[in-house]
């Protein structure tokens, strides 16, 4: 993977719009940059009653859906420059959609949608949330949004199971619905600028021994069928915080979330690894067996500052990397949760 001049930024905000799981009660350790999604609820909805001189705040009705996917809002400021850019849509347009307003997105600052990989648990909402985007920059007088998409689209994809069952996504949008949605379609499979502040990677080389893939998975192209567990097509979104490293989005680590952190440390050799936040796809009778080197390579070889594992990740790797790396390093991805990162 090429060098890539990764800007340095004074502040980045990722805010979790899609993903698996939801929980605005567990407290957050110290140092740990994450704000849970009923502290923000708290900072922004107006009270509905107050009682000797206490204000009552109304929260609960302003949660957010939990499904399987994942999406990511990340806003990033270099001095009075402030760009955004979507990592990923979720499966459903019409949960992303509510779950943007009860956490007070504003549509028409989205420049960007950039999609990790063709799997709909990530692309299925594109028609739906593109439009919407569309809708607001146009009603804002701006430039229709960029979708920022690998060349190689699979059809549908699926995972062939051990009875020989194959359990099917829903077939990918097409790169003709999006434009009809009002998105400008942009092809990239080599690391590139997305949104002027934050890197999109190319091709993630597979370095690790036991990071082989997705067990089982399969693509289709048309009637015809192939064995496809290496999903070359994967792609992490980086951004670099001045002071603190470069943070790696990486949705589905279908390339190994390890092979995912090299990959960004090749980009930006001289910086450490901040947050690494999205699915590390450690669940399942087949992917379970690599937790341990998982973790063992993400304390000695990535050192992060912190890890937030969502969507995809399991409840058994999930509780190998909290004994790792809690206290202080361990912020799980939760839908509404923000990771709010300031230049040191």
């Excluded at 509510?98 to 549509?107: F, K």
């Excluded at 001045?242 to 930006?268: D, E, I, K, P, Q």
């Excluded at 594992?309 to 991805?333: D, E, I, M, Q, V």
Aim: glycine share 10%; with cysteine.
């Amino acid at each position: 993977m090429a060098l890539i001049d990764v800007p340095a930024l004074d502040e980045a905000v990722l805010t979790v719009i899609v993903d698996n799981e939801t929980d605005t009660l567990s407290s957050i350790d110290a140092d740990v940059a994450q704000v849970p999604e009923m502290a923000s609820l708290l900072a922004r909805v107006p009270p509905t009653r107050h009682h000797d001189g206490h204000p009552g705040i109304s929260v609960f009705d302003h949660l957010c859906v939990a499904c399987h996917g994942l999406s990511v809002l990340v806003t990033g400021r270099r001095d009075a420059e402030i760009r955004t850019v979507l990592f990923d849509v979720g499966p459903y347009g019409d949960v992303w959609l509510d779950n943007a307003e009860r956490l007070g997105v504003d549509l028409a600052s989205i420049e960007t949608v950039f999609l990790s990989h063709w799997h709909a648990d990530h692309s299925g909402g594109f028609p739906t949330v593109v439009g919407a985007i569309a809708d607001a920059r146009r009603a804002a007088g701006l430039p229709a949004p960029l979708v920022d998409l690998h060349p190689d689209r699979p059809d549908q994809r699926g995972v062939r199971l051990p009875t020989g069952v194959m359990a099917l996504l829903p077939p990918e949008p097409t790169f003709d619905e999006l434009t009809s949605a009002g998105g400008t379609v942009e092809l990239n499979e080599q690391p590139h600028l997305v949104g002027g502040l934050f890197v999109g990677s190319g091709l993630i080389e597979r370095l690790t021994d036991y990071e082989t893939g997705l067990v089982g998975h399969i693509s289709f192209r048309g009637d015809r069928c192939d064995d496809d567990p290496l999903i070359l097509d994967e792609r992490f979104l980086s951004v670099h915080v001045r002071g603190r490293g470069v943070s790696v989005l990486s949705a589905c680590s279908h390339a190994g979330v390890v092979n995912a952190c090299l990959g960004a440390m090749t980009l930006s050799p001289d910086l450490p690894i901040d947050v690494v936040l999205g699915g590390y796809h450690l669940a399942g009778a087949a992917m379970e067996p690599r937790i341990g080197d998982t973790v063992s390579d993400l304390i000695e070889r990535i050192q992060p500052r912190l890890v937030a594992p969502g969507h995809c990740t399991g409840w058994r790797a999930k509780a190998a990397l909290s004994h790792a790396f809690a206290p202080g390093r361990y912020g799980p991805s939760f839908v509404g949760t923000r990771y709010r990162l300031t230049a040191g």
